[in-house]
């Protein structure tokens, strides 16, 4: 079992940067994928970036490429989201994630979720 805690939500400007954290523990070794989905009231949850522990490769979605990095850190097993240039469509329940493969986009591919942190951007 893994868990994923999630940190660094909260209420910023249009324009603004915020950084998420998630923190995993457990039996971590088999998840070699950690990433971000993030649910707006009223929608499906939708993929947002992932990366592979392995090969430090990373996937996004392209509503997000350019102004959003992750990051990994595998010593602290520790997965970061850097989020520049926030808009108001970015306000959103932002979901940690663990699974197998950093390439899977879909929530089905993900075996491990954190509870979720709150973004919200004002315009």
């Known amino acids: 079992q893994v868990s994923l805690v999630e940190s660094g939500g909260g209420l910023v400007q249009a324009g603004d940067s915020l950084s998420l954290s998630c923190a995993a523990s457990?039996?971590?070794?088999?998840?070699?994928?950690m990433g971000w989905f993030r649910q707006a009231p009223g929608k499906e949850r939708e993929f947002v970036a992932a990366?592979?522990?392995?090969?430090?490769?990373?996937n996004y979605a392209d509503s997000v490429k350019g102004r959003f990095t992750i990051s990994r850190n595998n010593a602290a097993n520790t997965v970061n989201l850097r989020m520049n240039s926030l808009r108001p469509e970015d306000t959103a329940v932002y979901f940690c994630?663990?699974?197998?493969?950093?390439?899977?986009?879909?929530?089905?591919?993900?075996?491990?979720w954190g509870q979720g942190t709150q973004v919200t951007v004002s315009s």
């Open positions: 994630a663990a699974g197998p493969r950093y390439s899977g986009r879909a929530s089905d591919d993900y075996d491990y």
């Open positions: 457990g039996r971590t070794l088999n998840t070699d994928a």
């Open positions: 990366i592979s522990k392995r090969y430090g490769l990373a």
